[in-house]
């Protein structure tokens, strides 16, 4: 089992940069792909951004945040990050951490195996 816990969140200005964590426990997820995903109240759960196991690490990003946001993981403190920087009221939600035993990087949240309990990020304009 790996339990994860999303850090960091909390409430911006138009423009502003936030970082979030999220600490991974019960095993190490150097050969899991991360990825990040948000949910906006009364949308469905999207990509933000994926990085692949250990080996490769390949990150992917939602174009919608391509350019903004920047997806890093340290292995060594089994720690995945997302920099957010100039951030925008539409970038409001909840944002979730996932891991996925497969390595490879999918854009589908059903494909993902664990959760954190997610973190509110609010951008005000």
């Known amino acids: 089992q790996v339990q994860l816990v999303e850090s960091g969140g909390g409430l911006v200005q138009a423009g502003d940069s936030l970082r979030l964590s999220c600490a991974a426990s019960?095993?190490?997820?150097?050969?899991?792909?991360l990825g990040w995903f948000r949910q906006a109240p009364g949308k469905e759960r999207e990509f933000v951004a994926g990085i692949s196991w250990s080996w490769s690490s390949n990150t992917y990003y939602a174009d919608s945040v391509k350019g903004r946001f920047t997806i890093s993981r340290d292995n060594a403190k089994n720690t995945l990050f997302l920099q957010m920087n100039s951030l925008k009221p539409e970038d409001t939600a909840i944002y979730y951490c996932?891991?996925?035993?497969?390595?490879?990087?999918?854009?589908?949240?059903?494909?993902?195996?664990?959760w954190g309990q997610g973190a509110q990020v609010t951008v005000s304009s």
């Open positions: 019960g095993r190490t997820v150097s050969r899991y792909a």
């Open positions: 996932a891991a996925d035993n497969g390595g490879v990087v999918r854009r589908s949240h059903a494909e993902y195996d664990y």
